[in-house]
T-cell receptor, first 112, second 114 residues
Framework: GQQLNQSPQSMFIQEGEDVSMNCTSS?????WLWYKQEPGEGPVLLIA?????ELTSNGRLTAQFGITRKDSFLNISASIPSDVGIYFC????????????FGKGITLSVRP | GAGVSQTPSNKVTEKGKYVELRCDPI?????LYWYRQSLGQGPEFLIY????????DSGLPNDRFFAVRPEGSVSTLKIQRTERGDSAVYLC????????????FGQGTRLTVV
């Protein structure tokens, strides 16, 4: 079963607002990834994090790898309507080959 | 094409039938993964190939599920005696070898067992 916790299940924000999502686990991960999925499509990688404490940006997106290696957050600044979608965190555990464990995802809605 | 291609996009089958789902990875990618995504859930790992061999098949739920990659490129996920609980989106992903090279996902095959 899945070991990454994402909540709430849905978030509703106004265009232009910032939003922050986090992902927690009871286990240590040595890689944290954030994906976005739109209807009928596969997940698309947004940001990859490989070191505890690492802070990485990709345009309006910023993500951090928690110091304890058991959490990560994603921040979206100045949201726009095309940010709508499902945001998944995923992690790779030590010794887990290349397989990823995903959270359940957060559905983001942006009101114009 | 440039991305991971999965066929068919949608498959409806009757309970008890056999199905095959196909994945064409990005050219040159040695690693290939199958994941299953049920409604309202994140993808769950099924199997990982490095070249032609299955490096990790720990996610296959039971022996009705099998996957092959005979020439190290195209992969086929095979499900025997399908059950209604097998209904899900089956996602394929591929990656190049090396640390820090993450996988690209296909659009998935939506399997519905009626």
């Amino acid at each position: 079963g899945q070991q990454l916790n994402q909540s709430p299940q849905s978030m509703f924000i106004q265009e232009g607002e910032d939003v922050s999502m986090n992902c927690t686990s009871s286990s240590i991960f040595n890689t944290w990834l954030w994906y976005k999925q739109e209807p009928g499509e596969g997940p698309v990688l947004l940001i990859a994090l490989y070191k505890a404490g690492e802070l990485t940006s990709n345009g309006r997106l910023t993500a951090q790898f928690g110091i304890t290696r058991k959490d990560s957050f994603l921040n979206i600044s100045a949201s726009i309507p095309s940010d709508v979608g499902i945001y998944f965190c995923a992690g790779r555990r030590p010794g887990a080959n290349s397989k990823l464990t995903f959270g359940k995802g957060i559905t983001l809605s942006v009101r114009p | 094409g440039a991305g991971v291609s999965q066929t068919p996009s949608n498959k409806v089958t009757e309970k008890g039938k056999y199905v095959e789902l196909r994945c064409d990875p990005i050219s040159g990618h040695t690693a290939l993964y199958w994941y299953r995504q049920s409604l309202g859930q994140g993808p769950e790992f099924l199997i990982y190939f490095q070249g032609t061999g299955a490096a990790d098949d720990s996610g296959l739920p039971n022996d009705r599920f099998f996957a092959v990659r005979p020439e190290g490129s195209v992969s086929t996920l095979k499900i025997q005696r399908t059950e209604r609980g097998d209904s899900a989106v089956y996602l394929c992903a591929s990656s190049a070898q090396g640390a820090g090279t993450e996988a690209f996902f296909g659009q998935g095959t939506r399997l519905t067992v009626v």
